[in-house]
C-alpha cells in the first residue's frame, strides 16, 4: 500500500527537490521523537506525501530549513524544517497508525514464517500506535473504521470496483478534511476533501493493480479479479486486459484530483505537489502497469 | 475587486499576447469541462469568473484593440429542463442535492428506468466519486438512446478522462522527450558534430 505517491525528481527545480528531502528528512526526525528510533523505519513517501500536502495548502507562513545530521547516515548533513510543526506530528501519527493496520491486515492474510515475523514485530508496532492513536483519536478511529468496511466489502458476494475502493477513499478524504483545521462548508475544506477522496481513490487502484498478479498466486482478494473473473490459470492477455482497464480507471480518477488540485491554494511548496499529482502518479502507472510486463513476458 | 493582473499571474508590463496565453491557460485549467458534475464545479466557476473579470478588466483598460474582450468562455452547467420525466431529480442534482436526487432515483420502479434515468443515475454517481459506474451508466444511457446528445457528451467526457485527456497515462501516445535511436534530435547532435568535426570546426558553419 506504500511508496506509489512519488514526485517526478527530473522535472522538480532543485530547490524543490532539496525542499523536498527536507520535508522527508524533518519526518523521518519527527517520527523518532514521537514514536521511537524503530519507528523511523516506517517512514514511506505516502505520508511526506501527506505532510506536503497539509504544509503547502496551509495558511502559515513558509517554513525556513537548516542543515543538520541525518541519523542514519552521520556522514550526510540533510536539510531539516526549523521547527517541529503540526504538520509533521499529524504525518508521523498517520503513518504509526497505518502501519498499524498494514501489519494487522499482514497477518491475517500471511502464513507460515512471515505470520510469525510480523506477530514478533507486533508488539512493538502496538505500542507506537497506542500512543497514535491516542494523540489523534479522530484519525485512529478513521482508519480502523475504513479497515473494518473494507474486510466487510471484501466478504460481500462480488463487490463492485466502486465500492472496493470507497473506504480507502472514504479515509483519506476525511483525513484530509480533518486537517484543514477549518469548517466543513469552507472552500479550502472542501477542496481538501475532494482532493483526499480520489487520491484514496486511486492509491487504492494503483495497489490493486500492481498486486494483481501476487495476489492471483495466493489467492487473496483482488478487486479486479472479481471484474474479470481472473485465476491462476488465466492467460497473459487477459491480465493485460485487466490492467489496461485499471489504467482507465486510473486516468479518470486522476482527471478528478487534477481538478481539485487546480483549485487548491498553495504557497510555495505548491509546485510539488503539482508535480507528484501531474507527473509523478501518471508516471507511477506507466513504471507499474506497462513496463514492468514487458520484462516479465 | 484584486489587481486583475495578480489574478492571471502577469505583470502589468505584460504583452497583449503574454496576457492572452496567461488567460487562455488558466481558462483551461478551470474550465467547466474539467468539473463536469464534480461537487467542486462552483468553486471553479468562481475562479473562472475571476479570470474573466481580470482579462475583461485588463482588456478594456488597454483599449489597444477595436474589438474588446473575446467574452470567454461561458461558464453554464445546468441542465435543460425540456422533454424531462425526471425534472424533481434535475432541480435536485442542479442544487447540489446529490444525495436526495439519489434517493429518488432509486425508487423508480425497474421497468420505468429509462434512459434519462441512467444519464442521471450516472451524474449522481459521478459526483459522489464512483466513476466507474457513472461511466457504465452514461453508456447505458447511450444504448438505450443513441441519438440524445446530452447523454452523447457525457459518455464522451468521461472516456476521454480514461483515456488520460484530463491526465493520467496512454500507453499509446508517445511521451515528450522519448529519445528514440535516430529522432530529429539525435541527427541534429550528429550533423553538428560532423560539422565541428569532433572539435575542430573546419567549416564554419555553426
Redesign the interface.
Known amino acids: 500500500m506504500f511508496g506509489y505517491v512519488k514526485p517526478q525528481k527530473s522535472e522538480l527545480l532543485v530547490r524543490e527537490f532539496e525542499e523536498y528531502n527536507g520535508i522527508y528528512c524533518s519526518l523521518c526526525k519527527s517520527l523518532g521523537k514521537e514514536y521511537g528510533m524503530a519507528a523511523r523505519l516506517a517512514l514511506n513517501y505516502d505520508c511526506t506525501f501527506y505532510a506536503l500536502v497539509l504544509i503547502s495548502a496551509s495558511t502559515k507562513p513558509f517554513p525556513s530549513f537548516q542543515k543538520g545530521k541525518c541519523v542514519v547516515n552521520p556522514l550526510k548533513r540533510c536539510l531539516f524544517c526549523k521547527e517541529n510543526g503540526m504538520e509533521f506530528r499529524q504525518a508521523s501519527a498517520l503513518t504509526v497508525i497505518l502501519l498499524y493496520h498494514k501489519l494487522i491486515d499482514d497477518i491475517h492474510d500471511s502464513k507460515t514464517i512471515k505470520r510469525f515475523l510480523h506477530i514478533l514485530v507486533l508488539p512493538i508496532v502496538r505500542h507506537a500506535y497506542r500512543k497514535a492513536a491516542d494523540d489523534y483519536p479522530q484519525m485512529g478511529q478513521i482508519v480502523s473504521e475504513a479497515m473494518k468496511e473494507q474486510r466487510k466489502v471484501e466478504k460481500s458476494e462480488s463487490p ?3 465500492r472496493c475502493a ?1 473506504p480507502t ?1 472514504h479515509m483519506l478524504e476525511q483525513i484530509m478534511e480533518l486537517s484543514s483545521g477549518e469548517e466543513l462548508s469552507s ?1 479550502r475544506s ?2 481538501l476533501n ?1 482532493f483526499g ?2 487520491l484514496g ?1 486511486w492509491v487504492y487502484f494503483i495497489d490493486a493493480a500492481d498486486d494483481l498478479q501476487d495476489d492471483l498466486k495466493k489467492g487473496t482478494f483482488n478487486p479486479l479479479t472479481v471484474r474479470f473473473r481472473l485465476n491462476v490459470t488465466s492467460k497473459w492477455d487477459k491480465i493485460r486486459e485487466a490492467k ?1 482497464f485499471a ?14 488540485s ?2 487548491m491554494e498553495t504557497n510555495l511548496l505548491g509546485p510539488i505537489v503539482r508535480n507528484v ?2 507527473l509523478g ?3 507511477m ?2 513504471e507499474l ?2 513496463k514492468r510486463e514487458k520484462t516479465n513476458v | 475587486m484584486s489587481d486583475p493582473y495578480r489574478v492571471l499571474g502577469v505583470s502589468p508590463n505584460a504583452t497583449d499576447e503574454e496576457v492572452k496565453t496567461a488567460y487562455r491557460k488558466l481558462a483551461k ?2 474550465h467547466p469541462d ?2 463536469a458534475d ?3 464545479a462552483d ?2 466557476g468562481e ?1 473562472m469568473k475571476e479570470v474573466n473579470e481580470a482579462y475583461d478588466q485588463i482588456t478594456k483598460e488597454r483599449k489597444q484593440r477595436k474589438r474588446g474582450p473575446q467574452g470567454g468562455y461561458a461558464n453554464s452547467n445546468g441542465y435543460s429542463a425540456q422533454n424531462t420525466e425526471f425534472y424533481d431529480v434535475r432541480s435536485l442534482i442542479n442544487a447540489g442535492r446529490i444525495a436526495d436526487a439519489e434517493q429518488i432515483l432509486d425508487g423508480v420502479p425497474i421497468e420505468r428506468r429509462n434512459a434519462e434515468w441512467y444519464f442521471l443515475k450516472g451524474t449522481v ?1 459521478f459526483s459522489r ?5 457513472a ?1 457504465n451508466d452514461f453508456a447505458a444511457a447511450c444504448r438505450m438512446d443513441p441519438s440524445n446528445g446530452e447523454y452523447r457528451a457525457a459518455l464522451n467526457q ?1 472516456t476521454n ?11 499509446n501516445v508517445p511521451q515528450y522527450g522519448g529519445v528514440g535511436g535516430c529522432d530529429l534530435c539525435t541527427s541534429l547532435c550528429l550533423a553538428n558534430m560532423c560539422c565541428n568535426c569532433f572539435g575542430g570546426n573546419i567549416y564554419p558553419c555553426c
Not at chain 1, 489504467?247 to 481539485?260: C, G, M, P, V, W
Not at chain 2, 478522462?161 to 500507453?171: D, H, I, K, V
Open positions: 463492485s470496483l466502486d470507497e477513499a472552500p472542501r477542496v475532494r477522496y480520489y481513490r489496461t489504467n482507465e480507471i486510473l486516468n479518470q480518477t486522476l482527471s478528478q484530483l487534477d481538478a481539485a487546480n483549485l499529482v501531474f502518479l501518471p508516471q502507472q506507466k502497469l506497462f | 485549467k478551470y474539467n468539473y464534480s461537487p467542486l468553486l471553479a475562479k454517481l466519486g464512483w466513476l466507474d459506474e461511466y468521461v478522462q480514461r483515456n488520460g485527456m484530463f491526465g493520467g497515462y496512454n500507453p
